[in-house]
């Protein structure tokens, strides 16, 4: 019984590899890539190098073939150094799983080999500028041209739109069906006649990953390049988003653990009063919420991560469950990071501040927090939960 409710030594050998080369070739960069809102080179190519970019991709097809709970290590562990850096493997993952999930043999032959290999990022397009919670009312439309597709439209929050080499995007097809069948899923390239990007967004935080609007101007492709069956790509989306809320949640665990870490340092080594402040109780009770609530948030995520890798029938449920309370947390244990350094922790010569900024965009995208509520309600009133 020893290795009961524990990670497996696979999995914990790749938190091991993964904060290593985080810690030597990653958080090194973290602040400069934030301070010049710059993509982090690096972090990419010390995650191809590892292949770490993508590791969700099976090993068929040439990449690592980790499982649901590997990647959310993954994740994780990229996020306690450098948020903006774990989209990388994160966002492969949503821009190219709708191909796992609903693609073509053809389709995941030549776009996840050339994923694994380096060949490009994937990024997903379904959010517009007034379609945001409300995917369903999207205007990007896709029309037959003989054998052909013909999209045009604008997609608005892409993440790493520009390095990105391929997209996921999502298209009305049927404009009377709309979420009932109208909308298809097609794979569209950054070299394809008519792609173009938008400035990126000045935000925030998460400032090293480019969010760009990405316009489709009659952009022609070739119809083999349709994800699944004409009208699908709505049923993919959202299948697609139960695996990959998870992954969110793993950057919030990431991002409320480094904090704490950082914190906690700061806190034995600070003095006032005549001793390190960590001997204070205000602020042991502090850190003592921070810890339990960043722990109970990985425990929630790497559950979620079970159901993702199974596909349980509760993974709406958990998927959206431990988004929420995840981000929330990352939240609240970076802000307290930062009333734990006091007037230090509000400047940029001390990390928590970035990681609190690149803390909120968790309670936002793939869904804000509220829609993850309104998921888990439905659920709950549908009788759809885990009887644990």
Not at 294 to 308: C, N
Request: aromatic letters at 8%; a negative charge; proline letters at 3%.
């Amino acid at each position: 019984m020893s290795d009961f409710y524990q990670l497996s030594e696979e999995h914990m050998a790749v938190r091991e590899a993964v904060r290593d080369l985080c810690d030597a070739k990653i958080a090194p960069f973290a602040a400069e890539v934030d301070a010049e809102a710059r993509y982090p080179h690096e972090a990419a190519a010390a995650l191809l190098a590892s292949d770490f970019h993508a590791p969700h991709v099976p090993e068929e097809y040439g990449g690592a073939g980790a499982d649901a709970l590997a990647t959310v290590i993954i994740i994780e562990e990229v996020a306690r150094a450098c948020v903006s850096s774990s989209l990388i493997p994160a966002v492969n993952k949503l821009g190219s799983l709708p191909i796992q999930i609903s693609g073509s043999q053809a389709l995941k032959e030549k776009y996840l080999t050339k994923l694994a290999a380096g060949e490009g990022g994937f990024s997903y397009c379904l959010s517009e500028p007034d379609a945001g919670s409300d995917a369903g009312g999207m205007t990007t439309t896709a029309v037959r041209d003989g054998d052909d597709w013909i999209l045009n439209g604008v997609k608005r929050w892409i993440t790493n739109a520009g390095e990105s080499e391929f997209y996921t995007v999502m298209a009305v097809t049927d404009a009377e069906k709309r979420t009932r069948g109208g909308i298809s899923a097609f794979v569209v390239e950054k070299s394809d006649p008519g792609v173009s990007f938008g400035a990126p967004e000045k935000k925030l935080g998460i400032k090293g990953s480019p969010t760009r609007e990405v316009y489709l101007d009659h952009v022609r492709i070739p119809g083999d390049r349709i994800i699944g069956e004409v009208g699908s790509g709505f049923a993919t989306a959202m299948a697609t988003l139960d695996h990959t809320r998870v992954t969110i949640a793993a950057q919030a665990v990431g991002v409320a653990q480094g904090a704490l870490d950082f914190a906690l340092g700061y806190a034995k080594e600070r003095t006032q009063f005549g001793k390190p402040i960590a001997d204070f109780q205000g602020l042991q009770f502090m850190l003592a919420d921070m810890g339990m609530k960043v722990e109970a948030a990985r425990q929630l995520t790497y559950a979620a991560a079970g159901r993702s890798e199974r596909g349980d029938k509760d993974l709406t449920f958990f998927g959206a469950a431990a988004k929420c309370f995840a981000s929330d947390v990352a939240m609240e244990v970076t802000t307290n990071a930062v009333q734990v350094l006091g007037g230090y922790g509000y400047t940029r010569d001390y990390p928590v501040e970035r990681m609190m900024r690149d803390a909120k965009i968790t309670q936002i995208y793939e869904g804000t927090n509220q829609v993850q509520r309104i998921v888990m309600a439905r659920q709950l009133l549908a009788g759809i939960q885990s009887n644990l």
